[in-house]
C-alpha cells in the first residue's frame, strides 16, 4: 500500500481535495495525544491502494505551534512514500515557502494548483512545464470545488510512488553552506528523510530535529553565534529571506500577473464587513441568524423529530415486562430510564446538525477569522480570544444554547491559554436544558417580573464567563501557551453544499459516539444510585394496603356490569390498566383524525376484548372506562408517592441530606441538592425531579404553583437557586466534551467542581446578604447584577499581563 | 543587515493605505517564526490595509495575503515609508 501525506497551507482547500479523494469513506480522530483532527482513507486506483492523511495545515516547519509539531513528527515517523503538497494556486508566491521546505526532504512530492478558477479569474498566467521543470516535480491542476483533477492526481501519486528521488532539490544557502555540510558530517542517524533537510532543520536550531538526531543544542548555538559575529545574520530571518527569494525568482519565471492592481471581490467584501461602522452590526446579524435557525429553528424541528424518540420508547415499554400496578419490574425500571437518559440527548440532535452546517458554512466562507479580528480586543482582555466569540454564542450566551456544540467549536483557537480559558466558560452560558428550571422557579415565585428577572439572567452569564475567564488565566493557566495574534484572513469562498454536509454529519456522528456511550455509562451508575436501597416494608406495606383499596372500589363499581367476568381477576384488571396507560399515551401523539381511527384499529385488533372498555360505546363499558380512569390514576398517584420515597431512602437522597449541613447556608434543603445532584446526568432531570418531589399527589396542581404553595421556600430561596443554576456545574455530556477537547482528565474535574464551589460561595453569601439586609427576590437578584457588572468594569480596566510567549526577549 | 538611512517608523504607526518596506524586527522566539513563516522579513513591501473596528488589531496585506496582528507585535517591526 502506498501512503501519501497531504500537506499545505492554511486555507489552501486541502480539505476539500481530501474530501474530494476520499467521498465519504473517512476516517476522523484526533493525533494521538493532541486535539489535532487527523483525517485517513484509504482508496483504490487502478488496482493500486492508497492510504492518504491529511496533515494539518501549517505555513512551515517550525516547531511553535501545535499543527506544526503535529505535521512534522508525523512526517519524520510514518514511512509516507509520496507527499502531495496542495497550493492555492493564487498566492504561489507565499506558498511556495512551505513547498521548498517539503522538497528538501527528499521524498516524491506531487505539486497540486488548487484553485486554479481563482488564478485564471484574477488572470494569472502560470506556466505549468516551467514551474515543473524548476522545482522538479509533477504539478496537477485541480479545482477541489468543482471536483477537477482527481483522476490526474492519482495517477500522478501513482507514478511519483515509484520514483526514487536521487538528488533532492537543493536551494543555495550561501554563507551557511559549509555549515549545513559540517553538521551533515554530525548526522549519523540512516533515514528515509534526506540528511541535508536534518541539517538545515538543525541549524535553525529544531528542537525535534536536534534530539532526533542527536545533536546537543550547544554546538548549534556556538555556530550560530559564529554565523553573527562573522556576518552580521540573524540564522532565522536569513533562512526565511533566502527562501522567499528562491520563491520570488520561481515565481516571476513561471507567472505572468496581467491585471496586477485589480480590487478582488475579497477585498470590496472586507471593505463592507470590516467597516468601521458597519462591522458590529454585520456581526450581530450573522450570530443571531446562527442562533436563530439553529438553537430557535432546531429547537422547533424537534417538535417533528420527538415523536419518533417518543414512539421508539412507547415500543421499547410495549416490549418491557408489564407492571403489576404499583410493582414495576426492575428491569422495566431500568430500561425506561436507560431509554430516556439517551433520548433526552438524541433529541437535540436537529439543533447540532443545524449548528454544525453553519459553522461549516462560516468556515468555508471565510468569516471566522474576520469575526476574531473584529471582537479580539474585548475579549483579551479578559484572556479569552477573539475566536472564543462562537464558542460562546453556541454555549447560549443569549438565553438557550448547548454547551457540546460550543466546547467543540473551540478546536479552531490558536492561543492555547485562551482556548483552554474558552473550553471552561462555555458552561457557565444558559443552555437550553437550564431555561425550564428557570421558568419553573420564575413561575413559582416572580410571575410579575419574569421579564426583567430573565433579562437578569440571560446579560449576568456572559460577564461571569468573562470574569471567570480573567480570574483563570491569570492563575491556573497563567503558565498555559499562548500564541500571537497573527492570522491569515483568507479570501471569501463560496461554501460547497456536499463538504458542508458532510462535516455536519461526521461531528453529529462524533457526539453520538463519543458522548452518548459514556453518557448511558454515567445514567446507570445514577439509577443505582437512585433505585437503591428501596423502599422499607413498612412503607411499601402501606402502598399496598391503598392499592388494595383502589382495587376494591373498582371491583365494585364495574361488578354489575356484563363486562365483569372480563375482569374479575387482579392480573386482568393490571392487564387493562396498562393498556388504558399504553393507549393513552399513543393517543396523545397521534394528530389526525385518521391516525386516531387506524390507532383505534391496531388496538382492536391484538386486543379484542378489553380494548371495548378502553374506548367504550355502550353504558356498562362506559361505567368501567370511569372506573378504570380512577383507578390508573390512583396507580399513578401511588408510583409517584413510591418513587419519591424510594428518592428519598436513595443513596443520593442520603447523599443529598449529607450535603444539607454546606448547602443550608445557600438555603438549599435536601431536596433541592437531590435535584441538582440528578441534573448532572442532564440538566432536564432538575425540573423532573424537582417537579416529581413537589408533586407528591397533588396532581391537579402545575409544578410551579405546588412548589410555591409548598411553604419551604421564599423568594430569596428562589433567587440563590437561580443563582447555583447559572454558575451550575457542566452536565456529563459537556463534561465528556471538556475531556475530548481539553485532553485531560484533572481539567474535566475542575471544570465540575470550581463551578460548584463558585456556586454554593456566591449562593450562600447573597443568600446571607439578603436575610441580613431584608432584601426581596428582586433587590437580591438585581445587587447580585450590579456586583457582577462592576467587577467586570474593574477588571476590564486593568491592564492584562502577558505571559507564556516573549515579544522581545529570547525565550 | 543592511542598513538604510531613511527614517523607519513602526508598523503600528502607519495609516490606512500607506505602504512600506520592512526593514527590522525586534521579535524573537515563537513570535519571530511565525512572522517569519508568514512573510514577515526584511526587504518585503507591505500595506497598511485597516484598522479593526475598535482600532485593534491591524490588518496588513503582505506576499497578496492579508494579515492581522496585533498592535503590541505590529510595534515591533521597524519600516520604512514608501
Avoid at chain 1, 441568524?289 to 419518533?308: C, D, E, H, M, R
Wanted: hydrophobic share 45%; glycine share 4%; net charge positive.
Amino acid at each position: 500500500m502506498t501512503k501519501v501525506a497531504l500537506a499545505g497551507q492554511p486555507n489552501c482547500g486541502k480539505s476539500t481535495i481530501f474530501n474530494m479523494l476520499s467521498g465519504v469513506n473517512q476516517h476522523v480522530a484526533n493525533y494521538p495525544g493532541v486535539t489535532v483532527d487527523k483525517k485517513s482513507t484509504t482508496i483504490k486506483f487502478q488496482g493500486e491502494r492508497f492510504e492518504i492523511v491529511d496533515l494539518p495545515g501549517t505555513y512551515s516547519f517550525s516547531t511553535y505551534s501545535l499543527e506544526e509539531r503535529v505535521a512534522k513528527t508525523f512526517l519524520l515517523d510514518e514511512d509516507t512514500d509520496v507527499i502531495v503538497n496542495i497550493v492555492d494556486a493564487s498566492s504561489l508566491r507565499r506558498s511556495l515557502y512551505l513547498t521548498f521546505q517539503l522538497l528538501e526532504l527528499g521524498k516524491p512530492i506531487v505539486l497540486v494548483l488548487n484553485m486554479m478558477d481563482v488564478a485564471r479569474r484574477r488572470e494569472l498566467e502560470i506556466d505549468i512545464d516551467k514551474l515543473s521543470e524548476m522545482l522538479n516535480l509533477q504539478i496537477v491542476e485541480a479545482v477541489g470545488t468543482k471536483k477537477h483533477g482527481k483522476k490526474e492526481m492519482l495517477e500522478a501519486i501513482s507514478r511519483a510512488s515509484r520514483e526514487t528521488i536521487t538528488e533532492p532539490f537543493k536551494i543555495n544557502y550561501n554563507e551557511f553552506e559549509s555549515y549545513i555540510a559540517d553538521i551533515e558530517e554530525m548526522i549519523g542517524l540512516e533515514s528515509t528523510i534526506s540528511r541535508r533537510w536534518l541539517a538545515i532543520k538543525a541549524l535553525e536550531a529544531d528542537r525535534v530535529i536536534l534530539d532526533k538526531v542527536g545533536i546537543n543544542k550547544e554546538i548549534i548555538k556556538d555556530m550560530t553565534s559564529s554565523i553573527h559575529a562573522k556576518y552580521d545574520l540573524d540564522v532565522d530571518q536569513t533562512f526565511a529571506r533566502l527562501r522567499y527569494d528562491s520563491a520570488d525568482i520561481v515565481y516571476h519565471k513561471c507567472v505572468k500577473e496581467k491585471n496586477k492592481n485589480a480590487d478582488t471581490l475579497t477585498s470590496k467584501l472586507d471593505r463592507i464587513v470590516l467597516n468601521k461602522w458597519l462591522a458590529f452590526p454585520i456581526l450581530g446579524v450573522v450570530i443571531y441568524l446562527i442562533y436563530q435557525l439553529s438553537i430557535v429553528w432546531g429547537y422547533k424541528a424537534t417538535n417533528y423529530t420527538w415523536p419518533f424518540l417518543a414512539a421508539f420508547k412507547n415500543w421499547l415499554v410495549a416490549i418491557l415486562p408489564a407492571a403489576k400496578f404499583i410493582d414495576v419490574p426492575l428491569i422495566t425500571d431500568f430500561g425506561i430510564w436507560m431509554t430516556n437518559s439517551a433520548i433526552a440527548l438524541l433529541n437535540y440532535i436537529p439543533i447540532f446538525f443545524i449548528l454544525f452546517a453553519l459553522i461549516a458554512i462560516l468556515e468555508d466562507v471565510g468569516y471566522m477569522p474576520r469575526m476574531a479580528f473584529i471582537l479580539d480586543r474585548v475579549f483579551r482582555k479578559f484572556g479569552l480570544h477573539g475566536q472564543s466569540t462562537l464558542p460562546l454564542v453556541l454555549g447560549g450566551a443569549f438565553v438557550g444554547g448547548c454547551a457540546v456544540p460550543g466546547i467543540m467549536a473551540t478546536k479552531g483557537i490558536a492561543d492555547e491559554r485562551a482556548r483552554l480559558a474558552t473550553i471552561l466558560t462555555v458552561p457557565y452560558m444558559n443552555c437550553l436544558a437550564k431555561v425550564p428550571f428557570y421558568t419553573l422557579l420564575l413561575g413559582a415565585f416572580f410571575k410579575e417580573d419574569m421579564a426583567i428577572m430573565m433579562f437578569f439572567i440571560s446579560t449576568v452569564t456572559l460577564l461571569i464567563a468573562l470574569i471567570v475567564a480573567r480570574l483563570l488565566t491569570s492563575t491556573v493557566l497563567s503558565n498555559r501557551e499562548t500564541a500571537p495574534f497573527i492570522m491569515e484572513l483568507p479570501p471569501y469562498h463560496l461554501p460547497i453544499v456536499r463538504s458542508v454536509l458532510l462535516r455536519a454529519v461526521q461531528r453529529v456522528w462524533l457526539y453520538i459516539k463519543k458522548v452518548m456511550t459514556i453518557v448511558l455509562a454515567v445514567a446507570v451508575v445514577l439509577f443505582v444510585l437512585l433505585q437503591y436501597p428501596g423502599v422499607s416494608t413498612e412503607k411499601m406495606a402501606e402502598f399496598t394496603q391503598q392499592r388494595d383499596k383502589a382495587l376494591n372500589a373498582f371491583d365494585i363499581q364495574v361488578q354489575k356490569t356484563k363486562y365483569y367476568q372480563l375482569i374479575d381477576e387482579a392480573s386482568e384488571v393490571s392487564q387493562l390498566v396498562n393498556l388504558y396507560d399504553s393507549y393513552k399515551a399513543r393517543r396523545m401523539l397521534t394528530k389526525t383524525k385518521g391516525a386516531v381511527v387506524s390507532l383505534d384499529d391496531a388496538f382492536l385488533a391484538k386486543n379484542p376484548e378489553l380494548f371495548p372498555l378502553v374506548r367504550p360505546t355502550d353504558k356498562g363499558a362506559k361505567k368501567i372506562n370511569k372506573a378504570i380512569r380512577k383507578l390508573s390514576k390512583v396507580n399513578k398517584k401511588l408510583k409517584i408517592e413510591m418513587k419519591n420515597e424510594k428518592i428519598t431512602n436513595s443513596f443520593l437522597g442520603m447523599f443529598g441530606r449529607a450535603l444539607e449541613p454546606v448547602t443550608q447556608y445557600a438555603g438549599f434543603d435536601w431536596r433541592v441538592n437531590v435535584a441538582f445532584l440528578s441534573s448532572f446526568a442532564a440538566r432536564e432531570s432538575a425540573v423532573a425531579t424537582l417537579g416529581s418531589l413537589y408533586e407528591k399527589g397533588k396532581s391537579n396542581l402545575s409544578p410551579e404553583e405546588s412548589i410555591a404553595q409548598d411553604g419551604a421556600y421564599t423568594p430569596i430561596h428562589a433567587v440563590s437557586m437561580l443563582l447555583f443554576m447559572i454558575l451550575t456545574p457542566p452536565c456529563i455530556a459537556t463534561m465528556v466534551v471538556v475531556k475530548l477537547q481539553s485532553n485531560s482528565y484533572r481539567w474535566m474535574l475542575f471544570a465540575t467542581f470550581f463551578p460548584i464551589t463558585l456556586g454554593i460561595i456566591l449562593s450562600a453569601l447573597f443568600f446571607f446578604l439578603a436575610l441580613q439586609f431584608s432584601w426581596s427576590g428582586i433587590e437580591m437578584m438585581r445587587n447580585f447584577y450590579i456586583s457582577v457588572v462592576l467587577l467586570t468594569l474593574i477588571l476590564a480596566l486593568f491592564k492584562t499581563k502577558q505571559s507564556g510567549w516573549q515579544v522581545g526577549k529570547s525565550q | 543587515m543592511k542598513q538604510s538611512t531613511k527614517p523607519t517608523l513602526h508598523l503600528s504607526d502607519l495609516k490606512q493605505n500607506q505602504k512600506g518596506i520592512i526593514r527590522h524586527c525586534a521579535a524573537e522566539g515563537m513570535l519571530k517564526q511565525k512572522l517569519l513563516s508568514m512573510g514577515f522579513i526584511p526587504g518585503a513591501e507591505i500595506l497598511m490595509v485597516r484598522n479593526a473596528p475598535l482600532r485593534d488589531p491591524i490588518e496588513i496585506g503582505i506576499h497578496n495575503c492579508l494579515v492581522t496582528l496585533r498592535r503590541r507585535e505590529a510595534k515591533l517591526i521597524k519600516v520604512e515609508m514608501l
